[in-house]
């Protein structure tokens, strides 16, 4: 089993910073896949950004220059540091985990961008 617990959204102006943080337990591997994902109210859950072993990270177009993804896997957790934050980016963010061929996602956070 795996879980995912995510923390560090909150609220903020257009144009600042916030880190999320994605802590796993469970038996994961460096080797497996992780990702943020997003989802706005009236819309559906939206991919943002990937992390795996042997490729380079991948982003939405939408967050591209603005988000970075990372990981530390001796603290088994993963990061997404969003910079230039607009209000479209307001949602609800979720970690997910790809673990012997089964899907895996915390339970979100809340991310506000005031204008």
């Known amino acids: 089993q795996v879980q995912l617990v995510e923390s560090g959204g909150g609220l903020v102006q257009a144009g600042g910073s916030l880190r999320l943080s994605c802590a796993a337990s469970?038996?994961?591997?460096?080797?497996?896949?992780m990702a943020w994902f997003r989802q706005a109210p009236g819309k559906q859950r939206e991919f943002v950004a990937l992390?795996?072993?042997?490729?380079?990270?991948k982003y939405a177009d939408s967050v591209k220059g603005r988000f970075t993804i990372s990981r530390d896997n001796a603290k088994n957790t993963l990061y997404l540091q969003m910079n230039s934050l607009k209000p479209e980016d307001t949602a609800v963010y979720y970690c997910?985990?790809?673990?012997?061929?089964?899907?895996?996602w915390g339970q979100g956070t809340q991310v506000t961008v005031s204008s």
């Open positions: 469970g038996t994961i591997f460096s080797t497996n896949s």
């Open positions: 997910n985990a790809f673990v012997r061929a089964h899907d895996y």
């Open positions: 992390i795996a072993s042997g490729i380079s990270a």
